[in-house]
Structures are given as C-alpha cells and as structure tokens.
C-alpha cells in the first residue's frame, strides 16, 4: 500500500493571513506504486505541457481535464483512495490556548471532567464565543513568539479579561470557565504558555498538528484492509522546514503505538499501532508523479471545500471517486460531532 502525503495553505506559525485561514493535507491511498504505474501517462503530459512536474494551480483548465482523464483511465485498477485532513488557524490558535489553561492535570479549578470528557466541547465552544480576531492573535503569539515574560503579562490580563466576559453571559457553561481563568492569570508560571524552543513552537504549527490526522488514517486503513506493513509505504512532499517534524511525528507515533481520545466518561485509548514498518520517505514531486496526482487531487478538494468554480468533469471525478468528508481540526467541526443532536 502507498501513502502520498501533500500539503495546501501553508504558513508556517503565521496564522493570520487572511488569504489563507485553512491548512490542508490530502492523503492519496493505492494498491500499487503510482511513480510506476503512472510514470509515463503523467511524464507525457509533462513533456506536452513543459513543465517539470504538475503543478494543478499552474495548469490551464484544458490542461487539468487532460489530467483527470488519466486518473479516470486508470482508477480503478490502482484502486485509489483520497482524503483530506483540515486544520482552521485560528480555531487553532483557540484550541491550543484551551489545551494549555484548561489542563486539569496543571490548573486546580479545573475538574477532570472538564478537560477529560465530552464536557470539554461544552467549554470550549463558550470559550470561542468569547474570542475575538485580535485576542485570537495575541494568545498565538504569546504562545510561540513574544518572549516568555511578555508573553506571560499577555495571557495573565487576557484570562481576566476573558473571566470578565464570561460572567456577563451568565450561563452555567460560561460560568464553569470564570475560575479556571482566574487560576491561570494568578498562577501563570506553573501553566508555561510559552513554548521555550522553536522545535516546540513548530510542533505547534498546523502543518504539524494536521500531520497527527494524516498518521491515524494511516494506521486506520492499515488496520482494516489488513496490509502487511512491510509493504506499506509513505511518500511525502520534499519541503524544508516541516519534513523533520513529520519525522518526529512518524517516531513519537510508532512508538507509543496509541494515543487518547476524548469519550463521554473520560480517556480512551486509541491504536495507532499499524503505521509502516518503513519510514516515511521525503521526496521531491520531480522525482515521484504520486505526488503530482495527490497535489491535484488537493488542488481540487480545497476549492470546492471553499466553494470555489472548478472545471465540471474534476468535480465529477471527486465527487464520484473521493472521499468529500474534510477531517477538519475546527470549531464548526467541534459543533457538528458532539454538540448537535443525532
């Protein structure tokens, strides 16, 4: 089995940039190597279009049903698969505070249902009403750029802030978060906001978090099409800053073989123990058309994911083919899986 693994919307720790508000990474799924059994159709159509690799958002609209047309061909003998992992930034930047300040396990106001249970999404989805596009900023930067101490007199009059907020709602739910707060601004240095290396701060970034998504679908089509593991395979896009700390994701998760999730009564653990023997491999899109075919395939999921025109028979190819499910790291997503009724 090969894993193409190819990211849209990067930013690095820049969250705020209006152009790009989501992070995405899509997972192609196939039975055989693309970068043999494509290797011609897609070298073809780079020779005929003069270009070194095929990139989708240089490619003309004819060009793109060109290339479509060989996926059609060819799909169901490769028996391809696609996802797509989300990641919204500044939802992000709110989660990540709400991770930090709520922790049960470092804040005393905080009880272990609180952080441990479906009672989290309850706060957090308060907490987020309360967020504004520059408070959004401001608790992102502490956590990543200003330094520890400006940081640290950021988050301490945010908490209270937000405390103050919250008790002008004066809901139960909004009225579970006032303690918390107000623990975490008088008790800053034991929370540890800052993160104190850049390797850290980068493990933060959603190019990394999304990553953590990429990896569970991973183990998760391992585990249910029983592939032998020693012939799975993953192959992601060569790219400077962030393929060491897909590394690092790929070795803290085959590892610890399992991660916990959140249940209705606390902790689960899940298993992720069905990664690939073989390390991922970092290559460059030159060098492997499995990764021309994932970038257009992402290409075409980001835009109608953000309703945007594209050409009528790539629609028709995605919606027929591919998985239109967005594993989305969002509070729309928060709210539509544990908030609304079933």
Same mark, same amino acid.
């Given at each position: 089995?090969?894993?193409?693994?190819?990211?849209?919307?990067?930013?690095?720790?820049?969250?705020?940039?209006?152009? *790009?508000?989501?992070?995405?990474?899509?997972?192609?799924?196939?039975?055989?190597?693309? @970068?043999?059994?494509?290797?011609?159709?897609?070298? @073809?159509?780079?020779?005929?279009?003069?270009? +070194?690799?095929?990139?989708?958002?240089?490619?003309?609209?004819?060009?793109?049903?060109?290339?479509?047309?060989?996926?059609?061909?060819?799909?169901? @003998?490769?028996?391809?698969?696609?996802?797509?992992?989300?990641?919204?930034?500044?939802?992000?930047?709110?989660?990540?505070?709400?991770? #930090?300040?709520?922790?049960?396990?470092?804040?005393?106001?905080?009880?272990?249902?609180?952080?441990?249970?479906?009672?989290?999404?309850?706060? =957090?989805?308060? =907490?987020?009403?309360?967020?504004?596009?520059?408070?959004?900023? *401001?608790?992102?930067?502490?956590?990543?750029?200003?330094?520890?101490?400006?940081?640290? +007199?950021?988050?301490?009059?945010?908490?209270?802030?937000?405390?103050?907020?919250? +008790?002008?709602?004066?809901?139960?739910?909004?009225?579970?978060?006032?303690?918390?707060?107000?623990?975490?601004?008088?008790?800053?240095?034991?929370?540890?906001?800052?993160?104190?290396?850049?390797?850290?701060?980068? #493990?933060?970034?959603? @190019?990394?978090?999304?990553?953590?998504?990429?990896?569970?679908?991973?183990?998760?089509?391992?585990?249910?099409?029983?592939?032998?593991?020693?012939?799975?395979?993953?192959?992601?896009?060569?790219?400077? #800053?962030?393929?060491?700390?897909?590394?690092?994701?790929?070795?803290?998760?085959?590892?610890?073989?399992?991660?916990?999730?959140?249940? +209705?009564?606390?902790?689960?653990?899940?298993?992720?123990?069905?990664?690939?023997?073989? #390390?991922?491999?970092?290559?460059?899109?030159?060098?492997?058309?499995?990764?021309?075919?994932?970038?257009?395939?992402?290409?075409?999921?980001?835009? =109608?994911?953000?309703?945007?025109?594209?050409?009528?028979?790539?629609?028709?190819?995605?919606?027929?083919?591919?998985?239109?499910?967005?594993?989305?790291?969002?509070?729309?997503?928060?709210?539509?899986?544990?908030?609304?009724?079933?």
């Amino acid at each position: 089995m090969y894993f193409y693994v190819d990211e849209s919307g990067h930013t690095g720790l820049e969250l705020f940039d209006p152009s *790009q508000p989501n992070f995405y990474y899509g997972l192609l799924i196939s039975s055989a190597d693309l @970068n043999i059994e494509l290797q011609s159709d897609i070298q @073809n159509l780079r020779d005929k279009f003069g270009m +070194e690799r095929l990139h989708a958002n240089e490619l003309t609209n004819i060009q793109k049903e060109e290339f479509i047309e060989v996926l059609i061909k060819t799909h169901d @003998n490769l028996s391809l698969d696609f996802h797509v992992a989300m990641v919204n930034k500044y939802d992000h930047s709110i989660f990540a505070f709400f991770d #930090q300040i709520f922790d049960s396990g470092v804040n005393d106001a905080v009880a272990h249902e609180d952080y441990w249970t479906q009672k989290r999404y309850y706060l =957090l989805y308060a =907490l987020h009403q309360l967020f504004d596009d520059e408070l959004a900023k *401001q608790v992102w930067e502490a956590r990543v750029k200003d330094s520890e101490p400006k940081g640290n +007199e950021t988050i301490t009059k945010i908490c209270r802030l937000l405390a103050k907020k919250a +008790e002008k709602k004066g809901d139960v739910i909004n009225s579970c978060l006032i303690q918390p707060l107000l623990w975490a601004a008088d008790n800053i240095s034991q929370i540890r906001y800052r993160t104190t290396k850049k390797f850290h701060s980068l #493990q933060m970034s959603p @190019n990394a978090i999304g990553f953590q998504f990429v990896l569970m679908l991973i183990s998760d089509t391992n585990k249910l099409r029983g592939v032998d593991l020693n012939k799975a395979f993953i192959i992601v896009d060569q790219q400077s #800053q962030f393929n060491k700390h897909q590394q690092f994701l790929f070795d803290l998760y085959e590892k610890s073989k399992s991660i916990f999730s959140i249940s +209705e009564t606390g902790p689960v653990e899940r298993n992720i123990g069905y990664l690939p023997i073989t #390390q991922p491999m970092f290559k460059s899109g030159i060098s492997d058309v499995g990764l021309d075919v994932v970038d257009f395939l992402l290409w075409i999921a980001k835009r =109608l994911f953000e309703k945007k025109k594209v050409p009528s028979i790539l629609e028709q190819y995605y919606k027929k083919y591919c998985d239109n499910r967005v594993n989305a790291i969002s509070m729309d997503s928060v709210i539509s899986t544990y908030l609304l009724p079933e």
